[in-house]
């Protein structure tokens, strides 16, 4: 489903996109064999110009550049000196409902708030609709099993239109999926290595974000250009064929790649900045209970909150072709 308009860039679209069909579409472009899951970084090891990173299973891979994208929890990260990401207070459910008929909603995203919490619905396609809900949650009732949570959710949401609500209600068990909201603090990414030598963070290793932008994986999508235009550079530049087996080739092919990583790091540490600062002051101002805040949220500020999800994607972060 998508919404249409128009922006600096040209007319663009905004789209609900499942994440698990995003990441198959890209691993399919890939040659079989190339991605090994369920490989966690355990530990990385200096080893001249290159890097040896010991995985969880006991294998070791020896590589020429280490790209972190090991997720929120990234062991490449802490390398880098970066710090465990903050707990906003807040915690999502959310999850999608897969329909046998046409669900007959309109391709926009709908939301709902209420006193310290926020609910939204919006469809993927014609039959596959996607929902979340956030709030903060006592401990009492994250113990509680997944059949329970349901039910808070639903009891909170009773003043819900009954024809959106019925989403959540028929959302089969296995489909409902909590997790708390955390995000790098922006300061970090101001003063911290965003690469360091040969190494560097991408994704949510580098910049966890609230999801009250939905723009956390658009952004890692970015920094996979920037990225991947930034190494085609220090791989070009090679005027003689090097013997790799020799040190000094080593060490000038290790300075072309810190010189483009640091390249890359400059080009999105600003970006990452303002998106997880944005979508932290969205979701303050979306899920507050003060009365105050409320009021200037309903009376004032709602067509601002609704214009940043258009205006921060509408982001050209260039062409993947370096040339």
Not at 28 to 33: I, M, V
Not at 201 to 218: I, K, R, W, Y
Not at 225 to 245: D, Q, T, W
Not at 275 to 285: E, K, P
Request: aromatic letters at 8%; charged letters at 30%; proline letters at 3%.
């Amino acid at each position: 489903m998508e919404k249409r308009t128009s922006s600096k860039h040209g007319d663009c679209e905004v789209r609900c996109v499942r994440r698990q069909s995003m990441v198959e579409a890209l691993a399919n472009e890939l040659p079989s064999g190339t991605i090994r899951y369920l490989s966690k970084i355990v530990a990385i090891e200096e080893c001249a110009f290159f890097k040896i990173v010991h995985l969880a299973d006991g294998t070791t891979t020896k590589t020429k550049v280490l790209i972190g994208c090991d997720g929120i929890n990234s062991g490449v990260a802490k390398w880098l000196g970066f710090k465990d990401a903050t707990f906003t207070g807040r915690y999502a459910i959310r999850g999608f409902v897969e329909l046998k008929t046409n669900h007959g909603l309109e391709p926009m995203l709908m939301q709902f708030f209420s006193k310290g919490f926020r609910a939204g619905v919006i469809p993927c396609d014609d039959k596959v609709v996607y929902w979340f809900f956030t709030c903060p949650l006592a401990e009492k009732e994250l113990e509680e099993n997944t059949s329970k949570l349901k039910q808070i959710v639903l009891n909170k949401l009773e003043k819900m239109p009954s024809d959106v609500r019925s989403f959540i209600e028929n959302i089969e068990l296995d489909r409902f999926h909590l997790a708390p909201l955390r995000y790098r603090q922006p300061w970090e990414l101001m003063w911290g290595n965003i690469s360091k030598g040969n190494v560097c963070a991408a994704g949510d290793a580098l910049h966890p974000m609230t999801p009250d932008l939905g723009q956390g994986g658009c952004c890692a999508l970015e920094d996979g250009v920037v990225l991947a235009r930034c190494l085609a550079e220090a791989f070009s530049k090679n005027p003689r064929r090097h013997n790799n087996k020799d040190m000094e080739d080593e060490e000038e092919w290790y300075k072309k790649i810190e010189e483009c990583l640091k390249k890359y790091a400059n080009e999105r540490r600003w970006r990452s900045i303002d998106l997880i600062t944005t979508a932290y002051m969205v979701g303050c101002i979306q899920q507050a209970d003060s009365k105050l805040v409320t009021f200037l949220r309903d009376k004032i500020l709602a067509p601002l909150l609704a214009n940043q999800l258009l205006k921060k994607s509408n982001f050209d972060c260039g062409k993947l072709n370096s040339s």
